[in-house]
């Protein structure tokens, strides 16, 4: 069993950035496919990026390309969401995921975090 706790939102201006985390309870999670989701409000929950297990490839949302970046930090359990030239449609509850799988589709993922809140004021 894996836990994800996700931290980093917050309220931010549009063009700011914001950082988010998400910590692993498990010491393997470097054999995981990490992926970032988020939900606006009133809307389903969408893909923004993955990390493949070998941190090799990453896949952004075309809404995010070029503007966020996924990162990991296997010493740590860590992944994390560089999002930079935050717009107001950014706003969302922001979770982490991860899956044994390729993570090319939403339902392969097994574990999610809680989620973070992510405000971005226009």
């Known amino acids: 069993q894996v836990q994800l706790a996700e931290s980093g939102g917050g309220l931010v201006q549009a063009g700011g950035s914001l950082r988010l985390s998400c910590a692993a309870s498990v010491l393997t999670f470097s054999t995981y496919t990490k992926g970032w989701f988020r939900q606006a409000p009133g809307k389903e929950r969408e893909f923004v990026a993955l990390l493949s297990r070998s941190g090799g490839n990453t896949v952004y949302a075309d809404s995010v390309k070029g503007r966020f970046t996924i990162s990991r930090d296997n010493a740590n359990n860590m992944v994390y969401l560089q999002m930079n030239s935050l717009k107001a449609e950014d706003t969302a509850i922001y979770y982490c995921?991860?899956?044994?799988?390729?993570?090319?589709?939403?339902?392969?993922?097994?574990?999610w975090g809680q989620g973070t809140q992510v405000t971005v004021s226009s």
């Open positions: 995921a991860a899956t044994r799988r390729t993570g090319l589709a939403e339902k392969e993922y097994e574990y």
